[in-house]
């Protein structure tokens, strides 16, 4: 993940973080969204596997995480890893809150 600290960049830099796709490629980019949920809609965690496969080359075991699993790696982390965690989750959840669009 990239942390950017705002104050410390120059007016380019800020710009450039401010970014947004083109039109063109949001449209794009909305146009394989929808077809990723549609296809996971209707096959589930066969299309989960699959798509997994193939965008992460990743192949999935068991989809469910047990609570005690998460625990126990939660565990593991000490605290800046975990703090560093929160704030990742923070970040997704403020990025995608202002990004909503109408439901697909």
């Known amino acids: 993940m990239r942390?950017?600290?705002w104050n410390?960049?120059?007016g380019d830099a800020q710009r450039a973080a401010l970014a947004r796709p083109v039109a063109a490629?949001?449209?794009?980019q909305i146009r394989?969204?929808?077809?990723?949920v549609a296809d996971v809609r209707q096959r589930g965690d066969a299309a989960v596997r699959e798509l997994t496969?193939?965008?992460?080359g990743a192949i999935l075991g068991e989809l469910?995480?047990?609570a005690r699993q998460i625990d126990a790696a939660l565990a593991r982390l000490g605290i800046a890893q975990r703090a560093a965690l929160q704030r990742a989750i923070d970040n997704v959840r403020v990025l995608h809150t202002?990004?909503?669009l109408a439901p697909l």
């Open 25 to 28: 490629q949001r449209e794009a």
């Open 8 to 10: 410390s960049l120059d």
């Open 98 to 100: 202002a990004q909503q």
């Open 32 to 36: 394989v969204v929808r077809e990723i």
């Open 53 to 56: 496969a193939r965008l992460d």
């Open 3 to 5: 942390i950017l600290t």
């Open 64 to 66: 469910r995480v047990e």
